[in-house]
Every structure is written in structure tokens, then in C-alpha cells.
């Protein structure tokens, strides 16, 4: 397997889409509270397309270069922590990797390059958020060195 990871690009932007589509639901399958929208494509699309122009967003794609199609994709925003020291943080928003792909050290890849990419930023701290019944991205940002920083609760607001 040979795999380029790169920025993302306008012409990634359909494949890049897609990923973040299967993500969402995933997610949704995983937890009710994730309910997706009736337009998630098109929600999506535009979602991608404004990160991949965006100073504040990192777009990585890994591209498989015998086949020339996109394996997976890490998206992070620049946050700034105006509270806190370091003031920038990077903020892993979504990751897929496709499942042919998995189990082949790719996600380490693409972590490893979102942190270079963060520090290049001035992050001084790399988080990610996922569903809270994700067992599966646990697992792997506690092997790869992520200890919990915060806690985010919810209760449905009712009229």
C-alpha cells in the first residue's frame, strides 16, 4: 500500500464529503442523540468545501497512489483558548478512514500529520471530540497519548 498524505483540495471535495457523510452516520448509528439531517449531503458539501478554503481549518487527506482515490481524511480547526495556556489548540472535528484501509496504520498516519500540521499553526494541544459511545475512537486516541480534558453534558431543551 502506498499512501501520499496531503492537504485537501477543491477536486477532494466530493470524496472528502463522502467520508465525512459516513461519519455523520455512524455516528447516528451509534448514538440516537446524533441524529442526522435530512440533507446531510448537501449540509456536508458545504461544510467541506468552507474547510477546505478556511486559515482555521486543517484538511488532510491520504490518497492511495496506485489507485489515485482518497483513503481517508483528518479535519481539525484552530481554537484559540483565550483563557488558557497554550492559547491555540487543533481540534479534531472528523476522521474516517475507509474500511479497507483500516488496521494498517493509516489513522496513526493521519494523526501524526495533523499534529505536525497543528504545530506548524501554533497549537500548543491537539484534542478531538467524538460521540461519548464511541468505544472504537476511545480506544485509539488513549493508545495514541490523548488524556480527557473536558466534559461536554447535554439535556434536551424542552418549550
Do not use: C, W
Request: charged share 35%; hydrophobic share 40%.
Amino acid at each position: 500500500m502506498r499512501i501520499t498524505i496531503r492537504h485537501g483540495e477543491d477536486r477532494d471535495v466530493d470524496e472528502i464529503a463522502d467520508m465525512v457523510a459516513k461519519l455523520k452516520l455512524l455516528n447516528e448509528e451509534l448514538d440516537p442523540h446524533f441524529k442526522v439531517v435530512d440533507d446531510l449531503e448537501e449540509q456536508v458539501r458545504r461544510y467541506v468545501e468552507d474547510a477546505v478554503k478556511s486559515s482555521d481549518t486543517i484538511v488532510l487527506v491520504a490518497e492511495d497512489e496506485d489507485t489515485q482515490a482518497l483513503a481517508g481524511v483528518i479535519i481539525a480547526r484552530i481554537v484559540d483558548r483565550i483563557f488558557y495556556k497554550p492559547r491555540l489548540k487543533a481540534l479534531i472535528t472528523d476522521f474516517y478512514v475507509k474500511p479497507v484501509y483500516r488496521r494498517k496504520r493509516l489513522g496513526t498516519l493521519l494523526l501524526e500529520r495533523i499534529e505536525a500540521e497543528a504545530a506548524k499553526r501554533g497549537a500548543g494541544i491537539l484534542t478531538a471530540v467524538y460521540p461519548a459511545y464511541n468505544s472504537i475512537a476511545e480506544h485509539f486516541y488513549e493508545t495514541h497519548g490523548f488524556d480527557k480534558l473536558q466534559v461536554e453534558r447535554y439535556k434536551p431543551v424542552t418549550g
